[in-house]
């Protein structure tokens, strides 16, 4: 669909993204599983393959702990619904994992697939992984337009939008979730984020 070899972005199940409200893609970085694609390592997660950087973000993004109940329950019904790939991982080839340069993270072909993934997926909302990720994101014949900042207590963090054939995406980014990640900072911030309309 997209023109690459190897590239399978996660894109929900059965018809759930395209009804969705807000519709949501999450941008990860660099995927560390390889050979396994975006929508296999989603899958892995889903059946049950225990994941620290995803286990993180989850737990921040759905606002619940993974040890409460219905924690598990509440995991698959987000990725269900929502759009995952990782912006720099298609061009490493065999280096999966490796430190990325400034060039390759400003490489032009990460530009035109994020277009393509907007135009694809036209998500309402997207989450980005990482600060380098967030500093080189950009999509390839559009323009980012500023947004408010979203603001939860004395937390905050920024946000733009592009817009592609009439229809607006609302970005934000949040640290990358590895180790050090803080739930109490980024579940009330992607909380407000997602009520907030495109």
């Not at 390889?34 to 994941?51: I, N, Q, S």
């Not at 061009?91 to 530009?111: F, I």
């Not at 390839?140 to 337009?145: G, H, R």
């Not at 607006?168 to 980014?173: D, K, L, P, V, W």
Request: hydrophobic share 40%; proline share 4%.
């Amino acid at each position: 669909m997209f023109g690459i070899d190897g590239f399978e972005p996660w894109a929900g199940v059965d018809g759930k993204y395209e009804t969705s409200n807000p519709r949501l893609l999450v941008i990860g970085d660099t995927r560390l599983d390889a050979p396994l694609t975006d929508r296999e390592c989603v899958l892995r997660k889903l059946g049950g393959a225990a994941d620290l950087i995803f286990t993180n973000f989850e737990q921040a993004v759905l606002g619940r702990r993974h040890w409460e109940e219905g924690f598990r329950a509440a995991v698959r019904g987000f990725w269900e619904r929502t759009t995952f790939y990782n912006y720099n991982a298609t061009y490493l080839g065999g280096q999966s994992g490796a430190p990325l340069t400034a060039g390759a993270r400003s490489d032009q072909r990460h530009a035109r697939l994020l277009r393509d993934m907007l135009l694809t997926y036209k998500p309402t909302h997207a989450i980005v992984w990482g600060e380098a990720n967030w500093q080189a994101l950009a999509v390839a014949d559009a323009e980012w337009e500023a947004d408010a900042p979203i603001r939860c207590g004395e937390s905050g963090e920024p946000c733009r939008s592009v817009t592609l054939d009439g229809r607006r995406s609302r970005f934000t980014r949040i640290s990358h979730p590895s180790a050090g990640f803080a739930y109490d900072r980024w579940s009330g911030l992607l909380s407000r984020f997602l009520q907030e309309g495109a």
